[in-house]
C-alpha cells in the first residue's frame, strides 16, 4: 500500500503527527482524492485483521465447546478464566485497531491525540498487560509479590510510626 500511496501528489505539509507512518496518515497529506487509494488499503487492513480474528474465534468457540463438555464446574470455571483472561488481550489489539480504520474510511474525525493514544493502546497495552496476566496465574509469583508487598508495608508502618514518636 506504501507503493500506492508514493506517486499522490503531495501539496500540504509533510509532516505526519503519528507514533509511526502509516498508510492513512500519509494519503491524508495528498492533494488529491484518496478514496480511490485509501479503500484498497482499508480492504486489505481488514482482511489482514479479521482474518485472523475469525480464526482466532473460531479457536475459541471450538474451546468452549469442549470446556462446557467437563464433567467438574471447577474444571470449567479454571479454563474459562484462563480462556477469558486471553480474550481480553486480543480484544485490546482488534477493537481499537478496527476502530481506527473504520473511523478513518467512514469519514468520523477525531482529534490527533485521541488517534494517537488509540495507537497506543493496541500498539503496547497487549505486550505490557500479556505477561502480567500469566504471572499473576502463577501461585509462586502472586506469593512472592504478597509477601514482597507484606515487608514493604510493615517497613513503612514502622517508619511513619518512628516518625511520629520522634
Avoid: W
Avoid at 30 to 57: D, E, K, Q, S
Wanted: net charge positive.
Amino acid at each position: 500500500m506504501v507503493i500506492r500511496a508514493y506517486p499522490l501528489p503531495y501539496c500540504a505539509s509533510n509532516r505526519i503527527v503519528q507514533c509511526y507512518c502509516d498508510h492513512i496518515s500519509i494519503t491524508v497529506l495528498a492533494c488529491t482524492n484518496r478514496a480511490p487509494y485509501g479503500f484498497p488499503a482499508f480492504i486489505l487492513a481488514m482482511l489482514a485483521l479479521l482474518g485472523p480474528l475469525a480464526l482466532i474465534v473460531f479457536s475459541y468457540v471450538s474451546i468452549i465447546v469442549a470446556v462446557l463438555q467437563i464433567a467438574s464446574t471447577e474444571g470449567r470455571l479454571k479454563a474459562l478464566s484462563t480462556c477469558s483472561a486471553q480474550l481480553i488481550i486480543i480484544a485490546l489489539y482488534y477493537l481499537p485497531r478496527c476502530f481506527v480504520y473504520l473511523a478513518s474510511n467512514v469519514g468520523i474525525k477525531f482529534s490527533k491525540d485521541l488517534r494517537i493514544v488509540t495507537i497506543m493502546l493496541y500498539s503496547l497495552l497487549p505486550p505490557m498487560i500479556n505477561p502480567l496476566i500469566y504471572c499473576f496465574r502463577t501461585s509462586e509469583v502472586k506469593q512472592i509479590l504478597v509477601k514482597r508487598f507484606r515487608v514493604q508495608k510493615v517497613d513503612t508502618q514502622r517508619a511513619n510510626i518512628s516518625t511520629l514518636c520522634t
